[in-house]
Structure formats: C-alpha cells, structure tokens
C-alpha cells in the first residue's frame, strides 16, 4: 500500500493558462475525493466520485473546473483560465465505500498562479 | 457560515504533559468526527475518529472525547512528545464530505 498520490507536487503558471493535476487513491478504495485548502484555513470540499460517478459537486467548484476518474482508478482535476485566486493546495483523498468517513489524503499538488 | 470551529490557533505545552484540543460544531446531523494531523508541505494524516453514537475513542496516547449536547468534542494527547508539533484539524462528516475546522497549530516544547 504505497499510500494516496499526487502529480505534480507544485505548479506555477500564468494567469489564463489551463493546469491539470492527476490523483493515485490507494487501490482497493472505490472513493475519491477531491478537497481545496487556502493559507489559514482546513481544507474544504470540492467533489468526489464513487467509482468512476462523480456523485457531489461543492459549489466552489466553478464551471472553470473539471474533474474526471475515467475508469474507477486515477482522477484528474482541471482548472480551464486560472485565476490568481485559484491560488491553493489541492488535496485528493481516497476511502473505502464501508468506511467512507474515514479518508486517507495525498501530499496536494500546490498551485501559484502568477 | 463555519460548521466546525476550532476557536485557539495555538497551544504550547510541556514534553510529557497532557495536550487538550478543542473543536465545536453545528450541525447535528454529522456522523463522524476526526483528527488529522499535518506537517508543512504534506496532506493530512488520519489520527483518530468517533462515531456520533459514542463518546469517547481511545488509541494508544491519543483519546478524543464527544460531547453530543454541547456539540463539542476534544483529542486528549498522553503524554506530548515533540514530534506532535504539528497542525491539527478536526472534521466532521456528514454523510459523504468532510468538513474541516481551521486548525490548530501545537508546539511541545522539550
């Protein structure tokens, strides 16, 4: 069990430019989640998927962003003309169907949006 | 509208004393409550969890402790060692999400 992984681990573009980060669960979990977390502040929810349905959606998550898990497996999150308050760390996690309040996270993926 | 509030940004206390970190909350249709633990640069770390239908949780040095009629609910750390120093979150779930309060910043001091 190598744990939750994310790719990359930091990002820094340019304002309008289109970024995409990519989210290993653990393998045996069937949920995936996706959280955003600004300096000062505990990590909020943007949406999660149980096996490859996207099942919630935050109201955080504009129509700038998209996220998919094609096959039930690894996930992606893009954000489409980045704004410098998208600015964050985001953060995946994953957990089993039966013991879905207890998520395990990955290391985030940190963007900087110039 | 902030559904879970740790209301201390710090706490510092003595290697080997007792750590005692609050959280609050509204809702009461949460389900779950948690601790996570982070260092700068990483993602949280589960610590330890508790059902609404119990009141206290216990995990080697770590006892987390839910008060139902006051929405209150604390992690107890026996004893503090300096690798605890950390940021720690309590969430709740309800049903699917967490909601994360802001966090508090601990520091054991050798």
């Known amino acids: 069990d190598t744990g939750v992984s994310q790719n990359p681990r930091h990002k820094i573009t340019k304002r309008g430019q289109n970024v995409t980060f990519r989210c290993d669960p653990i393998?045996?979990?069937?949920?995936l989640y996706w959280y955003r977390q600004t300096l000062g502040q505990g990590p909020e929810f943007l949406t999660y998927?149980?096996?490859?349905?996207?099942?919630?959606k935050s109201r955080l998550l504009s129509d700038r962003f998209s996220a998919e898990r094609p096959k039930g497996s690894f996930s992606t999150l893009e954000i489409q003309r980045t704004e410098q308050g998208d600015s964050a760390m985001y953060l995946c996690a994953s957990s089993f169907l039966n013991r879905k309040e207890t998520q395990y996270f990955g290391p985030g993926t940190r963007l900087l949006v110039l | 509208d902030q559904q879970v509030k740790q209301n201390s940004p710090s706490l510092s206390v003595q290697e080997g004393r007792i750590s005692i970190l609050n959280c609050d909350y509204t809702?009461?249709?949460?389900?779950?409550f948690l601790w996570y633990k982070k260092y700068p640069a990483e993602g949280p770390t589960f610590l330890i969890s508790?059902?609404?239908?119990?009141d206290k949780n216990e995990d080697g040095r770590f006892t987390v402790f839910l008060n139902k009629s006051a929405k209150h609910l604390s992690l107890h750390i026996v004893p503090s060692q300096p690798g605890d120093s950390a940021v720690y979150f309590c969430?709740?779930?309800?049903?699917?999400?967490?909601?994360f309060g802001k966090g508090i910043t601990l520091s054991v001091r050798p």
């Open positions: 809702n009461s249709m949460f389900d779950y």
């Open positions: 508790i059902s609404s239908i119990k």
């Open positions: 998927f149980q096996n490859e349905a996207q099942l919630e």
């Open positions: 393998s045996e979990h069937n949920r």
């Open positions: 969430a709740a779930s309800a049903p699917s999400k967490l909601t």
